[in-house]
């Protein structure tokens, strides 16, 4: 572990890297709430709504500061005194082939990292989500919630984990069939998760016959989008923030509306949200960031490989050997500022298809509906009015509400 081993040059300047940037865009984007609004937004959020949404970014800032330099600090400390090591010895002790103590190893550590999470999680569901008036799960079905991700997260990634851990330890194109295996797996999810892991969460219902399930059906029937099943999704017991989705392949997709997204939208509203989602199936979206991310993760495969062929690698976090499933949980700290950066070109991408689908959605209702709409959610969120330049870059999905707005309108 010295200075003159590049793998721990890189892997110690990505570490703090990315932890002082998260640092100065959180303060420059609170920042921004000190600033006056420019004129457009100044008609939609009120003096008293703008600085209700600052006390929420700031708490919310807060909590997600602390976290951080918490695991920061936790990170450097079993870095530094040698626990990566100690854990490679523990673990060698336990007497199983590489591949099972790989998915040992990696388990333990995720399951130790949920729990130390839980508090940070708890406090931000209880108490700041709580005090706006957003938290509607109780303390039951949170339980409940982080129990069944668990033991999908064991069920699903635990024998995918073996077999990509057994590429590597057997196959000379270990990166070509792990890369194949994750991209067969990512499909096979994509098909599976609206049919049989989001109803293990969430309760979907028929929605009831009447003008608004006409209305939808209509819609989309003159977007020609061969939609089988408008549903209704119960969001409302878990929070007040509401979201509408679509999902399905070929002739059978399916629209699911939570019930918050019914109670507060009228029917006018609904149908350019709707318009919306299905914007962003006409225009491809879907395809295009499966298409990204098969890339990111051949490129990340790819390195992970040269980092677990170099002794140098394993000797930066004070390791001694080359232990397979180890190596994988080092490679994931060394990744961080790649992951930064390939996230800048999705969310990029996510920004520009979200302009694309509004777009859709203005051609097929008019803009006078989505605007509304848009201007409603955002108030309901207490989303930030202004965000900084920086955060959007590095985090936002979606562009801020002015730029929507400001495309809309144009
Ligand atoms: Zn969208």
Redesign the pocket.
């Known amino acids: 572990m010295t200075l003159s081993n590049p793998w721990f040059i890189a892997a110690l300047v990505g570490v703090l890297g990315v932890f002082h940037l998260e640092i100065i865009a959180t303060f420059l984007n609170l920042g921004q709430f000190r600033h006056a609004l420019p004129q457009r937004l100044k008609a939609i959020f009120t003096d008293e709504t703008v600085q209700k949404a600052g006390e929420y970014a700031g708490k919310s800032a807060h909590l997600d500061l602390l976290r951080s330099t918490i695991s920061v600090g936790a990170l450097i400390l079993v870095w530094w005194s040698g626990g990566f090591d100690w854990l490679q010895r523990w673990s060698a002790g336990w007497g199983w082939n590489s591949v099972q103590t790989g998915v040992g190893v990696i388990g333990l550590l995720m399951l130790v990292q949920n729990i130390l999470s839980l508090p940070f999680d708890a406090y931000d569901t209880f108490k700041i989500e709580a005090e706006y008036g957003f938290n509607r799960t109780t303390p039951g079905t949170f339980i409940k919630d982080r129990l069944k991700g668990l033991l999908l997260t064991a069920l699903l990634g635990g024998p995918l984990l073996a077999l990509i851990l057994w590429f590597f330890q057997t196959q000379v194109h270990a990166v070509l069939y792990t890369w194949l295996t994750v991209a067969g797996f990512s499909l096979v999810m994509a098909w599976l998760s609206p049919r049989l892991l989001m109803p293990l969460f969430l309760k979907f219902k028929p929605l009831t016959d009447g003008p608004l399930r006409e209305a939808l059906l209509a819609l989309a029937a003159r977007l020609e989008f061969p939609v089988v099943d408008v549903s209704v999704v119960d969001g409302s017991r878990r929070s007040s923030k509401a979201n509408a989705f679509l999902s399905g392949f070929g002739k059978n997709k399916r629209i699911a509306l939570f019930d918050t997204l019914i109670e507060k939208h009228s029917q006018e509203e609904l149908e350019a949200i709707l318009a ?2 299905i ?2 199936h006409k225009c491809r979206h879907v395809p295009q960031q499966l298409i990204l991310g098969l890339l990111e993760s051949g490129l990340m495969f790819y390195l992970l490989h040269a980092a677990l062929q170099s002794p140098a690698f394993f000797q930066a976090f004070g390791v001694t050997g080359q232990p397979l499933g180890l190596g994988l949980v080092l490679f994931s700290i060394l990744y961080q500022p790649a992951s930064l950066l390939l996230g800048l070109l999705s969310s990029a991408l996510s920004r520009r ?2 302009f694309q ?2 777009a859709f959605a203005r051609a097929a209702c008019g803009s006078t509906p989505l605007i509304a709409g848009l201007q409603k959610l955002s108030l309901d969120h207490l989303t930030h009015p202004n965000p900084h330049a920086l955060t959007v870059w590095l985090h936002y999905s ?1 562009p801020p509400i002015g730029q929507r707005l400001a495309a809309l309108e144009a």
């Open positions: 919306h989602e914007g962003h298809h979200e689908a509004d979606h």
